[in-house]
């Protein structure tokens, strides 16, 4: 499988494939049935950011689009909210702005409420004795799923796979061999956690096949390949919050990677209906030392 090297600059014209296959489920098209599709939703950043930038413009199936458009709409909300203490991930007008309206008329998939109203409010039980336990409560902005996580991305991840890949002969593009295995997700404040600093130094040497910085940083990806085997490393952030880096290819390969990573060390304090609890202190990320979308030539 040839997959081709992009550099995407944010002033470049989007990019429209009339791809004759949905680039998310590789159904094939009759005439018609299908549907344009954003790969990055324009109101999944604050809107106007994606004004007079690049994109990529597909054809999807309605099924898939729809699916999508579903995982976007509360993520893009929650990830623009601010923290516990009222801030936001950067000081941007705009931001602010589309984060309370989204707040009000995205509902979360998690709670089925407005995300405005989604605040999680935990109550934590720690046994200190026999017969005795402490009770606290804790109060954290509004949570995305795990696994809606994932799929967004997964499905983001496809659009572009199909794109590198891209034959505009046949019109179709490909596909990636083996698993899709999506390592950590993390908010801007633990940007700097041990798994993600070492998922910066394992790949920096593989070769780069997409950088895409675009929507004024609102959104990002990073594609690169392995350089002897059928395996990519990718890396997402969305609207300066969430950061998402994982693997798809050979799983063997990712497996071998990955033993490599240290533990995140949370530490277990309690316990309710839903399961365990366990902490572990935040740790950010200085400028400096922010390598994960930095487009770096490797010598073959």
């Not at 984060?99 to 109550?123: A, D, H, I």
């Not at 910085?213 to 609102?218: P, Q, Y």
């Not at 533990?263 to 902490?279: A, M, Q, R, S, Y």
């Amino acid at each position: 499988m040839i997959d081709h090297k992009f550099k995407i600059l944010p002033n470049n014209k989007p990019l429209t494939l009339k791809n004759e296959t949905c680039v998310y489920c590789a159904k094939v098209f009759a005439d018609k049935d299908w549907t344009k599709e954003h790969v990055v939703g324009r109101r999944f950043v604050p809107k106007g950011k994606f004004d007079k930038e690049w994109n990529l413009i597909v054809r999807a199936c309605y099924k898939c689009n729809n699916i999508k458009a579903a995982l976007e709409d509360d993520i893009s909300a929650i990830t623009m909210q601010p923290d516990a203490a009222g801030k936001h991930s950067i000081d941007d007008e705009l931001l602010r702005s589309e984060s309370e309206r989204k707040g009000k008329n995205s509902v979360s998939q998690k709670t089925g409420k407005p995300v405005n109203k989604s605040v999680e409010n935990l109550k934590i039980n720690v046994p200190f004795s026999h017969n005795a336990k402490f009770t606290f409560h804790v109060i954290a902005p509004p949570q995305i799923e795990v696994d809606r996580t994932y799929e967004l991305a997964r499905l983001q991840l496809m659009g572009f796979f199909y794109m590198i890949t891209y034959n505009p002969e046949t019109r179709r593009g490909g596909f990636w061999p083996g698993s899709f295995i999506p390592v950590l997700g993390a908010i801007r404040d633990d940007w700097g956690n041990p798994v993600h600093m070492d998922f910066m130094r394992a790949v920096k040497e593989w070769e780069l096949r997409l950088l895409f910085v675009g929507a004024d940083g609102f959104f990002k990806m990073i594609i690169r390949r392995h350089p002897s085997e059928e395996c990519w490393s990718w890396a997402l952030e969305w609207n300066h919050n969430l950061r998402i880096v994982g693997f798809f290819g050979q799983e063997d390969t990712v497996l071998k990677v990955k033993e490599s990573f240290p533990p995140l060390n949370t530490v277990p304090i309690g316990k309710d209906n839903e399961g365990e609890f366990g902490i572990r202190r935040n740790i950010g990320l200085r400028k400096e030392d922010d390598r994960l979308f930095e487009w770096v030539e490797v010598n073959a």
